[in-house]
């Protein structure tokens, strides 16, 4: 299961409910998520007085899910093609700018 991403509001909300009073148990209910969830925000607006996300490590990715669903319609189409003509369609008609590896890991 993939984690969704809490938009800014949804959070900023969730600490005004905290400083309300409610109980993690009972904010947690009324916006349908984790009890650890309402409890680390509010822990992270305690500390830094932010609730917006950290930096995250590591490489941006270059490609979207909508750029990668292209990428293995055009294998499924024709499945000769190699990484190579892969990376190269992505290059000139998505300008993306991935290697060859870059587009084997796509289309695992």
Same mark, same amino acid.
């Given at each position: 299961m993939t984690a969704k991403e809490l938009s800014l509001e949804i959070k900023q909300a969730i600490v005004r409910a905290k400083e309300? @009073?409610? $109980?993690?148990?009972?904010?947690?209910?009324?916006?349908?998520? @984790?009890? $650890?969830?309402?409890?680390?925000i509010y822990k992270r607006h305690r500390e830094s007085n932010t609730v917006a996300n950290r930096r995250r490590s590591g490489r941006p990715r270059k490609s979207t899910k909508r750029d990668d669903k292209v990428l293995a319609r055009i294998v499924k189409k024709d499945p000769k093609k190699t990484a190579t003509d892969v990376?190269?369609?992505?290059?000139e008609h998505l300008k993306l700018g991935i290697t060859t590896r870059t587009a084997r890991n796509i289309l695992k």
């Open positions: 309300r @009073g409610q $109980s993690c148990r009972e904010v947690a209910a009324l916006f349908n998520v @984790g009890k $650890s969830v309402v409890s680390n990376a190269k369609y992505a290059n």
